[in-house]
């Protein structure tokens, strides 16, 4: 069984840094795609930055890139999310989430639709204050 375990959430000041977690479970990281996606009061779950390990591949929100770096340990079985200078609208529930990989796979598509993960965490709050 897929499982997935956010941590590393917490209240920062603009400019500040935090580095997410995602403890995996239940598969090998090469077999799946793992996403970051966030979530703001009253706003729709946005993509952030997903990663394939087995395709070394990584992408990011036009919003968050040269912020945010996505980083995997496969030893570990974890995907990381470092985030630096952090902004107030970057405010939100950070949620990890898997999919399978497949031969079409694409990153940005990917980001774009959530509903393309089957797998997600419970997720962890993130605020920034300004």
């Known amino acids: 069984e897929v499982h997935l375990v956010e941590s590393g959430g917490g209240s920062v000041q603009a400019g500040g840094s935090l580095r997410l977690s995602c403890a995996a479970s239940?598969?090998?990281?090469?077999?799946?795609?793992i996403g970051w996606f966030r979530q703001a009061p009253g706003k729709e779950r946005e993509g952030v930055s997903c990663i394939s390990t087995w395709l070394r591949s990584t992408d990011y929100a036009d919003s968050v890139k040269g912020r945010f770096a996505i980083s995997s340990d496969n030893a570990e079985n974890a995907v990381y999310l470092q985030m630096n200078s952090l902004k107030s609208e970057d405010t939100a529930i950070y949620f990890c989430?898997?999919?399978?990989?497949?031969?079409?796979?694409?990153?940005?598509?990917?980001?774009?639709?959530?509903?393309?993960?089957?797998?997600w965490g419970q997720g962890t709050q993130v605020t920034v204050s300004s």
């Open positions: 239940g598969f090998t990281l090469d077999d799946y795609v």
């Open positions: 989430a898997a999919a399978p990989l497949s031969d079409d796979y694409d990153g940005p598509t990917f980001l774009r639709f959530p509903a393309l993960f089957s797998s």
